[in-house]
């Protein structure tokens, strides 16, 4: 692959059937979570923790590959987008090494972003993923996890057709705030955000907001819809 170095330490943790080029549609982007890269290899590694994913990135760049392409590794998890549940079977799933919000969560470096931009664009060509299929774990499993966060620089990957992004074009917009809940919920549905409630005010509700946010508005994660938050998503559908 062009200015990168793929080293091969395979894990165990994957379905052994494998699977067609065409099923592969998704790449969903992580980060490890612990306080350690040794240690993240090590449970991505492990019979017993029966998790993998198919690359790792480190802090200095280097990238691994884990589970080979054509197997399934286990690293989404209960999950649903549009109308696709339990995503592992249709993605490629990357780790970036990174302590995450319970250790001390840190900037992603330049050279992780750098070398994660020229292994999704690998991908998107050699599976013919589109555009929008790139996204985070916690856009396809809200209720669960919050990787890889509001420090992810997912408008970078935008300008390399690596994620959906929206205009920052200023458009009035006659709103009625009354229903901005409802109208902002039923936005990010068609997106393809599932697990939430459009027709009535849910606890749940609020983790989704927080992972749309993440994702298009890292600045004001507040778990409320507001203006801003709900035009980005009238942006986003259109």
């Not at 890889?148 to 300008?159: A, Q, Y």
């Not at 901005?180 to 697990?195: L, S, T």
Request: include cysteine.
């Amino acid at each position: 692959m062009r200015s990168m170095k793929i080293t091969t330490d395979l894990s165990p943790n994957f379905t052994k059937k494998n699977r067609k080029i065409k099923d592969i549609k998704f790449v969903i982007i992580h980060y490890t979570g612990m306080q350690s890269e040794i240690e993240s290899l090590k449970r991505l590694k492990s019979h017993a923790s029966k998790v993998s994913c198919h690359y790792l990135i480190n802090r200095k760049g280097r990238t691994i590959q884990l589970v080979k392409d054509q197997n399934i590794a286990w690293h989404a998890g209960k999950s649903k987008w549009k109308k696709f549940t339990n995503l592992n079977k249709d993605s490629i799933g990357i780790e970036l090494v990174n302590k995450g919000h319970e250790f001390g969560y840190q900037k992603f470096t330049k050279e992780q972003i750098k070398n994660l931009i020229i292994l999704c664009k690998h991908l998107k060509k050699k599976f013919k993923i589109k555009t929008e299929n790139f996204l985070g774990h916690s856009d396809i499993a809200p209720l669960r996890k919050i990787d890889p966060g509001e420090k992810f620089p997912w408008k970078k990957l935008s300008k390399f057709k690596l994620g959906k992004w929206y205009s920052k074009k200023k458009i009035t917009m006659k709103m009625n705030t009354k229903n901005i809940d409802k109208a902002f919920f039923e936005n990010i549905q068609r997106i393809g955000y599932r697990y939430l409630k459009t027709q009535r005010r849910n606890k749940t509700n609020k983790n989704i907001v927080k992972s749309f946010q993440q994702h298009y508005l890292p600045k004001k994660v507040t778990g409320s819809v507001d203006k801003e938050t709900f035009i980005i998503s009238h942006f986003l559908t259109r």
